[in-house]
């Protein structure tokens, strides 16, 4: 008869347990976004995009491809245009968030978003936030005068419609190009 004699290991017995997927974990994150202070209690891997949207219930920057290909996400970080699904939120203590909702209101809309309806720069819509978001960081941004240079600096989003002379149209308008 053959017998096989297993002997425990003690370290690995006394051990404690390793969580592998524990979903249950959340850290505290602040958040300052559009002005406001917000403390969340999140999974550490919530992305930006999520804790917008789906915790402080901010849905105008729109979940596209989440991946970073579309820019229905974009955001501003300290002044910058992001991708909101390729950000962890909690990377982003300390750092001034604007979202859609930050830059204007349908009482005093930012400028851009009042070229946006007056160029008729949006078609079904969904891409519009991160479009206009976009647009608005491009004001900021070394971009020459061409409406080829506007298409190069606005290539991160995509609109499934293609309004996409609309939207440049609306850019160089604000920029006082058109």
């Known amino acids: 008869m053959n017998t096989e ?18 979903t249950d ?14 403390t969340l209690s999140l ?9 917008l949207r789906e ?13 970073g290909q ?12 992001v ?5 962890l939120a909690a990377a982003h203590e300390g750092d001034a968030i604007t979202t859609i909702e930050g830059i204007g209101s349908p ?3 930012h400028p851009m978003q009042s070229s946006f ?12 936030s991160g479009q206009v978001m976009s647009a608005v960081a491009l004001l900021g941004e070394p971009v020459g005068p061409t409406d080829a240079d506007v298409r190069e600096a606005m290539s991160g989003n995509l609109c499934r419609c293609g309004a996409y002379q609309n939207i440049v149209t609306a850019i160089q308008t604000v920029r006082g190009k058109a």
């Open 107 to 109: 009482e005093a809309p």
């Open 25 to 38: 974990v959340t850290i505290p994150v602040d958040l300052t976004i559009n002005g406001r202070n917000y």
């Open 70 to 81: 579309c820019g229905a996400c974009t955001v501003h970080v300290n002044g910058r245009r």
């Open 117 to 128: 309806v007056e160029c008729d720069g949006y078609q079904c819509g969904y891409c519009t």
């Open 43 to 51: 999974d550490p891997r919530t992305t930006l995009l999520d804790a």
């Open 83 to 87: 991708n909101a699904c390729l950000c």
């Open 5 to 22: 004699q297993v002997t425990a290991n003690p370290v690995a017995d006394t051990a404690a347990p390793v969580a592998r997927d524990r």
């Open 55 to 67: 915790h402080l219930h901010l849905t105008g920057t729109k979940k596209g491809c989440d991946h």
